[in-house]
Structure formats: C-alpha cells, structure tokens
C-alpha cells in the first residue's frame, strides 16, 4: 500500500476565510435557505453591456487562440492611455503586461522583483492572500499595525521605522485598501513613494479599487515615481471579477523579466477577456451607475450600522466594504459570522481573515451587492443583533 503523499510546507498557507464562509452559505442555500451575501468583495452587477458585447462578437470571430505574453497591444495602449486620461500621468505601452487578473500579476511581480527571502512590509489588516502569497513564494511579510491613529492607512514614518529595525526590501500597500476602504491621502501617498525611491525599497501600489471612492479620488503612486509596480484590475469597479483579467505598469528593466516570467506560467492572459476588456473603458456610464448604487449601500450602513451597537469602523473612502468593531458583542468574530450566517442568513467575513493577530473583535461586510439585497442584509442583521447580550 502506497503512502499519501505529502503537501509542501510551501502550500500550507492560512484558508482565505471569505471562500469558507462562501462555501458554508452556498450550502446552506442548496438546502433551501436564502442567504443575503456580505462576504464577498464582488459586484453585484455584471459586466458592462459593451463588455459582454465585445465577447460576444469575439466568439463569433473564433481567432482566440494564444496571444503575446505581455498582452494584446491594442488593450496595452488603452491602459496607457488611461492614465493619460484619469491621472495625467504619461504611461507607456511597453511598460503595461496583461496578467491574469491582479492575482497573476501579484506572482509576476513578486517573482520578479524579489529573491527568496525578501522581506516586503504590508498592513494589518490587510488582504490576507498577501501573506499567503508571499509565504509559498519563500518571502516574509512584515505587518506594519495600522488602526484609527492613522485612518487605517500606512505612513512613510511607519515604513521607515520597520527599515530601521531590520532591513525592507519592498513594500505592498493597497489604497483604497480591502478590508477597511480607507485611502492613502495624496500627500501620504508621494511620502511613501519617495522615502521607498531613496531607501531603495521596491513599491508595488495595489490600485484594484480605484474608481471606486466616495469623497477624494484615488491617486496612483505613478504620480511620484517611475519606480513603483502598479497592479490593477478589472474586477472591481469595471465588474470583471470571473473574467481573470489585470494589468501591471512596471519599471522598463522589469519587463523582459515579467515577460519571461509570463512566457512560462500563463503563456498569456485570456484572450477573450482581453478582447472584450477593451470596451471597458467607453462604459463609464453603466460603471458609474454601479458606483452610485455602492455609494447608497455605504450610506445606509454608515447610517443603520451604529444604532445597532456597531458604532466604531474604519473610514470607508473607498472600494465596498466596511471593517467595524463588533467587541460590544463578541470576543471571538469567527464564531460570530458562523452564528449570524446560521441564525440570520447573513455572510460575512471575520476579521482574523485580515488581522490574524487583532482580528478576534472584528468583521467585514462587503456593500457591493444590489441595493435590495444589502437593505435587506441590513434589516436582518438589525434585528438579529437585538437578540445579542452585549459583553459586560
């Protein structure tokens, strides 16, 4: 008899707890209940009209076989030119690769910035599958703690003090960040940029939620520096997420790297996607229309959430989430989210998905359903907190 084999200790990383909680609704659901979804970060809405258009007219075509590793160049030139347009920034094509969504372009990025062993700074809390990444890629994240003293965001100041207790060789920060919403004010964000440029620290910014903010716009890091890798996507605001399609900008010496890289791991990004991602960006109007309703679902739940006891959460100025404090009522949120999913019918994610370390007191509920849906998860969960003792 054949011994089991053994998993690598490269893949024993931490679950991604909003799949679980995902997995444990879906089951729910197939034996008969109706679960309001605040777990996920996905758009309620689908594609733009164009978008779905385009794909189809694509399919009707056939040509969809392999393309170049770095992208199709006619979608390269509309994301150059889009930071033309959005951040008047001058970007050029052959600085853009086409990645299987922002996760690919996590892996290419990382791979070919960094050696085993690097040491890359990121937020807690912050997006689990960082971590994740970087550990089965044989590199360390450092967490910097962010909380209310800094609006949830990192600093330059935070960044410089990790270097100099032990060197950094990068940086990973996302702005508008998940799961707090919060943003690197502009300011901040040229800080952190440059003191990165003269500590020789690599930036990689995580721009996925850009285009999606409530107050300020997001600012890209390319506004200071050359030297950053930007990752983005079209998953959020442009409502793409099953389509796996994103982009990176990246230094010019990074891009026969990324593109061998590329070459080897995804030959290159879907072709279909990357067809149809080129009317993206003539559907503003739908994709606003999606930004209006987000923006509604964040007004009911800043205004609903603290008459139920939840009165403490991360400034939501961007992306569609908010990370509130639910110590009033618990001291374990995972066994909470399970309790309110059995007893409510409302998912959602638990805090220690972000913050292994302080996550124990906190949650995160995702806006981005239909309107209906999140008034609906809302009222439900309004009335089952009336039901929850508040700790001492």
Sequence with gaps: MTSPLRPSRRSAVAPFMAMDVLREARALERAGRRIIHMELGEPGAPAPRLVREAAAAALRDGALGYGEALGEIGLRERIAAHYGERYGVDVTPDRVIVTTGSSGGFLLALLAAFDAGARIAVTAPGYPAYANILSSLGLEAVPLDVGPQTRFAPTADMLAAAHREKRLDGALFMSPANPTGAMIGAQELERISRYCDEAGI?????????????????????????????????????????????????????????????????????????????????????????????????????????????????????????????????????DFCRRMLAEAGVAATPGPDFDPGRGATTLRLSYAGAPSQVAEGVARLEDWLRDQAPRG
């Design 202 to 334: 690599v930036f990689v910014s995580d721009e996925i939620y850009h285009g999606l903010e409530y107050a300020a716009p997001a600012q890209t890091a390319l506004r200071f520096t050359n030297r950053a890798i930007v990752v983005n996507s079209f998953s959020k605001y442009y409502a793409m997420t099953g389509w796996r399609l994103g982009w990176l900008i990246a230094p010019p010496e990074l891009m026969r790297p990324l593109e061998r890289l590329q070459q080897s791991l995804a030959i290159c990004a879907p072709t279909l996607s990357q067809r149809a991602a080129l009317a993206a960006f003539d559907a503003t109007g739908e994709l606003e229309e999606n930004r209006a309703a987000y923006a509604k679902n964040r007004a009911l739940l800043m205004e609903r959430l603290p008459a139920m006891g939840l009165d403490r959460f991360a400034p939501p100025d961007g992306a569609f989430y908010i990370y509130a404090d639910v110590s009033r009522f618990t001291c374990d949120s995972m």
